[in-house]
């Protein structure tokens, strides 16, 4: 079935160091792909997506590139914040919106 | 944009009660209404897909007795979690098909069963 899988946390970084969240995933055909930003107590926040290979999603600094050969949609920020400690989570969706997997989760802290 | 208002964002209740949460599309209309729980430092784990108009498909292992979820309106879906007990203890997160094939997700309720 699809499935998501995306590098263990925790992940700590100092400000303004490079960013990669690794993400891979399993599906027939041609899914969309997401990341999603969850702050503490919060619910998800669509952070990017791509719906097609070689689509490059971005947003606040945040890119990522599905990448069909590999399975992949990496997540990256060159210049890392203290804002955006947080949890991000790889998802995919196929089929009409009704079967979006999420992957476990990475949790994120950036210290000043 | 899409907008799922949640409620309430957070309830203590006593073991044994009912507790319900809400969730409307504040702008949109959702024939589909998806409710997650969250534990701590774990992702999110879809419990139930609600349909207006018609009954619940609830995931395995969820007990829809318990969790009984009601997609009232276009615009309306609720959990009820009833009998509760302090292993319901949780953060609930409801969320709605958006354009594009993302979803829209409401802020999350954090339940705390005493």
């Known amino acids: 079935g699809n499935s998501v899988t995306q590098m263990e946390g925790p992940v700590t970084l100092s400000e303004e160091a490079f960013l990669t969240i690794n993400c891979t995933y399993t599906?027939?055909?041609?899914?969309?792909l997401f990341w999603y930003v969850q702050y503490p107590g919060e619910g998800l926040q669509l952070l990017l997506k791509a719906t097609k290979a070689d689509d490059k999603g971005s947003n606040k600094g945040f890119e990522a590139t599905y990448r069909k050969e590999t399975t992949s949609f990496h997540l990256e920020k060159g210049s890392v914040q203290v804002s955006d400690s947080a949890v991000y989570f790889c998802a995919l969706s196929k089929y009409n919106n009704n079967d979006m997997r999420f992957g476990a989760g990475t949790r994120l802290t950036v210290k000043p | 944009g899409a907008v799922v208002s949640q409620h309430p964002s957070r309830v203590i209740c006593k073991s044994g009660t009912s507790v319900k949460i809400e969730c409307r599309s504040l702008d949109f209309q959702a024939t589909t209404m998806f409710w997650y729980r969250q534990f701590p430092k774990q992702s999110l784990m879809l419990m139930a897909t609600s349909n207006e108009g018609s009954k619940a498909t609830y995931e395995q292992g969820v007990e829809k007795d318990k969790f009984l979820i009601n997609h009232a309106s276009l615009t309306l879906s609720t959990l009820t979690v009833t009998s509760a007990h302090p292993e319901d203890s949780s953060f609930y997160i409801c969320?709605?098909?958006?354009?594009?094939?993302?979803?829209?997700f409401g802020s999350g309720t954090r339940l705390t069963v005493v």
């Open positions: 599906a027939t055909g041609y899914p969309s």
């Open positions: 969320s709605a098909p958006g354009d594009n094939y993302g979803y829209t």
